[in-house]
Nanobody, 117 residues
Framework: QVQLVESGGGLVQPGGSLRLSCVTS????????MSWYRQAPGKGRELVAV????????NYATSVKGRFTISRQDAKNTVYLQMNSLKPEDTAVYYC??????????WGQGTQVTVSS
């Protein structure tokens, strides 16, 4: 069955960096666009970044543009989210899923990112 396993979150100071990983299984990653989402406490799930199936095209939410980079390594069945210049408002649980902004599969457990001094 499909599995999406996010990792790499943690506690970081404002201005710091983290790299999130999403290890996938149960489907052919190279056939799918992939997206990262986040959900802050008391808020709905927000689309953060997307990458198409070939890795050529990406798109970002305005709030993270220029600070976050999505990438993929299909040979490792993994999608990444490099997050730089982190701000307190980036605090959220981060999730990945297949599809261009439309989740194709059940959600994984997510990974918590906390930005605080």
């Amino acid at each position: 069955q499909v599995q999406l396993v996010e990792s790499g979150g943690g506690l970081v100071q404002p201005g710091g960096s983290l790299r999130l990983s999403c290890v996938t299984s149960g489907f052919t990653l190279s056939n799918y666009a992939m997206s990262w989402y986040r959900q802050a406490p008391g808020k709905g799930r927000e689309l953060v970044a997307v990458i198409n199936a070939t890795g050529v095209t990406t798109n970002y939410a305005t709030s993270v543009k220029g600070r976050f980079t999505i990438s993929r390594q299909d040979a490792k069945n993994t999608v990444y989210l490099q997050m730089n210049s982190l701000k307190p408002e980036d605090t959220a649980v981060y999730y990945c899923n297949a599809g261009w902004g439309a989740h194709m599969f059940a959600w994984g457990q997510g990974t918590q990112v906390t930005v605080s001094s």
